[in-house]
């Protein structure tokens, strides 16, 4: 193949294109989020959390022209090279050109797409010949997209829910967790969050839902070998975490030949095909007895008679994580999962706590904790849905606080505290909430999940200091 002509770029040769073809292969949406799945497997749990810290870090200087060559980004390269059995040397995956780099990955349908994508994202970095040429060599024109792919597997069921947008929100002055994702502008906003140096809480929730999984309550809750489906609640926009879930699925079933079903919910299709982007590409947890599919549905109305139980499921494995539960009023979602749940299932909630903080300390944490350009970016995307209220000066997102004894508004569990964001007063009128986030007590949260039929079996740290927690319950009746 010719060499072909690039906007010229200083840095690691080709890197944007083969972080977009690798992040193609991998199915992921984040840059955090291939680094994490080149880690997977390759790197100890242990050392997780560093070297995703220092890999993000190198991610960025190889794009600001430098071509550091530390011991991690060494091993990243030492990762990718194991995961696909390339025949090269590290040296000479840095520094080959992406028409050379391409071509040492297998030929198949997995690469045709991903080359696919490389060439739709990158259009500053190829002009049109380069891009015909690497689709003539590498790629097809057929022009199929994993959105499209994925839309084929999305349930829509919502005949009876009204999906509602931030818009709705806004008029009410509270933008609630179930409209603010139903808009494709934050979906976005929540990639680069997620993707972001400042967001420690989606790190926390996946290092320690793997920490759970190999966790001995884990292991005895789930050794009668009967779950043989996983149903992600919120679960847009966090493939990694539905790659730990799917996998444990599997490996907990002692069922022969089992069909083995993973289930993808949010209300926002735009979060499902975060998450979608993942999966129906890489078709390898198909290809290995978990079959995905995505739910596109209310949570909170998982009662009514329009959804119903699959009759093929045996005990089944429900999650929320990513503190989601902190987003909602905790007495709609456990009599919701009342309904599909039976005796024998299990229920992951990944949940923030107080910690050891005084009502003083919370405040200040609220304030600075994930405090960052790209939470504010995701707080006030809404502001530009249609009809949108955002003025030609950025509002700041404005932090308070529910805390210390006494009733709060936003959460039914005993003595939890609540952040909320919102805007100041806009435009002559009052300010508008824009997300609330509830911090809990364990025993406390322990007792209420009590009170609904769900038994508390275990609770995980993540590896780090933080307050993030995966509490493991089981319906007891
Ligand atoms: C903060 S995001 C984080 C979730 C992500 N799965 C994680 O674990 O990091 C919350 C997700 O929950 C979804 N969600 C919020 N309320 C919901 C509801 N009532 N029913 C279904 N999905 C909901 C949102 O659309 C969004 O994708």
Redesign the pocket.
Known sequence: MPQLKKASRSGLHDWQLKKSLLKALYGVPYDKALITAAADGNVPDSRMSDFIDKCYDTFRRWQDGSRPTAPKSIQFWECIIHDYELDVTVRRAMSCPIENFIALFPQDKKLITAVGELTAENDKVLDSDAKAELLRQYGSTTGVTWAAAADEYIVHANTRTNVEGPLTGMQAGRIQ??Q???WPETAKA?SAL?DSDNYRM?ID?WLSLRALVESAHWKAAVSNGRYNAAV???????PD?DRVLANSLRSSSKQEGAQLSYVI????DD?IRVSAKRFHRGEDELAQGVEITYLQ????LLDDEEYKRPSNWDSVIWAI????IG??YERDFFRSISAPSRVGDLLIV?VDTIGDDTADAFEERMRTQYRCKELDELLLTPLDAPAGQRGAEDPLVEVSVIAGPGHNPYSNVPNSWTAVFSTPPLSGRDHIVLATSTRYVLDDFFGYARRFGWEHLGTTPAPSDSTFRQVLLRRVE
């Open positions: 967790v179930h603010f994702y139903c929540w997620v989606y929730c992600a609640l919120g679960g847009g926009g966090s975490k919910n949010d209300i926002s979060m549905r209310d949570f909170l994580l990513g503190g989601t987003n909602v990944g």
